[in-house]
């Protein structure tokens, strides 16, 4: 059981961290005219990525909590036995990191769905979502690699 959380965990990761790249690389570097597919790439409409920005971070956020409680008890320790700290204390860090995410998410939110006076702002917090799913995106494989999965 444990194991298709995590596959279905690491798939909706997959998904808000394309949605949220999309979103960051459209905001952050505007599309040129050239044409290219690295162009096309950051040619997306933002706006209509935030609900579902939102959505999979909490989604995807609410399965790795149900997991973590079976980390908690079974992988922790046999990391902590092992004297693996240092993997341990970035998945400190990765909780940390996501619960500041979830505390940006609101402001995110808002400041999308609020007029264009707000422009600076919203790239902030745009760029500061996209660094929390990338950091608990990477962070999170480090961790099970260091295991191995399923095992």
Same mark, same amino acid.
């Given at each position: 059981?444990?194991?298709?959380?995590?596959?279905?965990?690491?798939?909706?990761?997959?998904?808000?961290?394309? =949605?949220?790249?999309?979103?960051?690389?459209?905001?952050?570097?505007? =599309?040129? %005219?050239? #044409?290219?597919?690295?162009?096309?790439?950051?040619?997306?409409?933002?706006?209509?990525?935030?609900?579902?920005?939102? !959505?999979?971070?909490?989604?995807?956020?609410?399965?790795? #909590?149900?997991?973590?409680?079976?980390?908690?008890? &079974?992988?922790?320790? !046999?990391?902590?036995?092992?004297?693996?700290?240092?993997?341990? #204390?970035?998945?400190?860090?990765?909780?940390?990191?996501?619960?500041? #995410?979830?505390?940006?998410?609101?402001?995110?939110?808002?400041?999308?769905?609020? &007029? %264009?006076? %707000?422009?600076?702002?919203?790239?902030?917090?745009?760029?500061?979502?996209?660094?929390?799913?990338?950091?608990?995106?990477?962070?999170?494989?480090?961790? %099970?690699?260091?295991?191995?999965?399923?095992?």
């Amino acid at each position: 059981m444990i194991t298709f959380l995590l596959i279905v965990h690491g798939l909706l990761a997959v998904a808000l961290l394309g =949605a949220v790249s999309h979103q960051a690389f459209s905001v952050l570097w505007p =599309a040129s %005219n050239k #044409g290219s597919s690295w162009s096309r790439f950051r040619a997306v409409p933002a706006a209509p990525y935030v609900n579902m920005i939102v !959505l999979l971070y909490l989604v995807t956020a609410s399965f790795g #909590g149900y997991i973590y409680t079976i980390y908690r008890i &079974d992988i922790r320790e !046999l990391l902590e036995q092992l004297s693996i700290r240092s993997t341990v #204390g970035l998945f400190e860090i990765k909780e940390h990191v996501s619960a500041i #995410g979830i505390g940006l998410l609101p402001a995110y939110w808002y400041y999308w769905r609020a &007029d %264009n006076q %707000n422009l600076v702002t919203r790239k902030i917090l745009t760029a500061l979502v996209a660094l929390t799913v990338w950091f608990g995106f990477l962070a999170g494989h480090i961790v %099970n690699n260091v295991k191995g999965f399923g095992l």
